[in-house]
């Protein structure tokens, strides 16, 4: 498996449209876990797999699976939304656990290879992510990659049928760690 970058147990490589089955079972086994978390409709078909592939194929977006290392089992997935060039080199955070492997770590080692690339390779210069503020595994995960949070934001997102209050949560490449976020 050719990974973009590897840690200890897990590696962090682009989705491509050849992991679509294995994405789809994995949102299918988490769609309860995972929608009061979640914007849009579960990706739990085929076509709705393809459509969220070609949102990767600008350069406004990065999409990318947390894979283990010694099995190359899909373990979660991650975006860098909204990249801004220019005087902002700036991306928004978007990622997921699924049921099956959530707290295990995964998450917490492939979103700090994941800050790491972003900084290192994408050229990033900040990160920000947005939570609702009842997701305190997802607030827990965001501390540990070494986020600091920096504001609220009210009725930030819809997600599951009403719009949710968000915490904002941000790091700078001055802020990461050298060799890891």
Request: proline share 6%.
């Given at each position: 498996m050719t990974y973009l970058v590897r840690g200890?147990?897990?590696?962090?490589?682009?989705?491509?449209?050849?992991?679509?089955?294995?994405?789809?079972?994995?949102?299918?086994?988490?769609?309860?876990?995972?929608?009061?978390?979640?914007p849009g409709r579960p990706i739990t078909t085929p076509e709705a797999f393809d459509a969220y592939v070609?949102?990767?194929?600008?350069?406004?977006?990065?999409?990318?699976?947390?894979?283990?290392?010694?099995?190359?089992?899909?373990?979660g997935r991650a975006n860098i939304n909204n990249i801004v060039r220019g005087t902002h080199q700036a991306g928004t955070l978007g990622y997921c656990a699924y049921a099956a492997t959530a707290r295990r770590g995964y998450m917490t080692e492939g979103l700090r290879l994941l800050v790491r690339y972003a900084f290192d390779e994408l050229e990033l210069h900040r990160l920000e992510a947005n939570i609702q503020p009842g997701n305190t595994p997802s607030l827990n995960l965001i501390k540990r990659v070494g986020f600091q949070r920096e504001g609220y934001s009210s009725n930030f997102q819809f997600i599951n049928g009403a719009w949710r209050d968000h915490e904002r949560w941000a790091i700078t490449v001055e802020m990461a760690e050298p060799g890891g976020a």
């Open positions: 200890p147990r897990v590696g962090i490589r682009h989705l491509a449209l050849p992991d679509r089955a294995e994405f789809v079972a994995l949102n299918r086994e988490s769609a309860d876990f995972l929608a009061p978390w979640m070609a949102r990767f194929d600008g350069r406004a977006h990065e999409g990318f699976v947390i894979c283990r290392r010694d099995t190359g089992a899909i373990v």
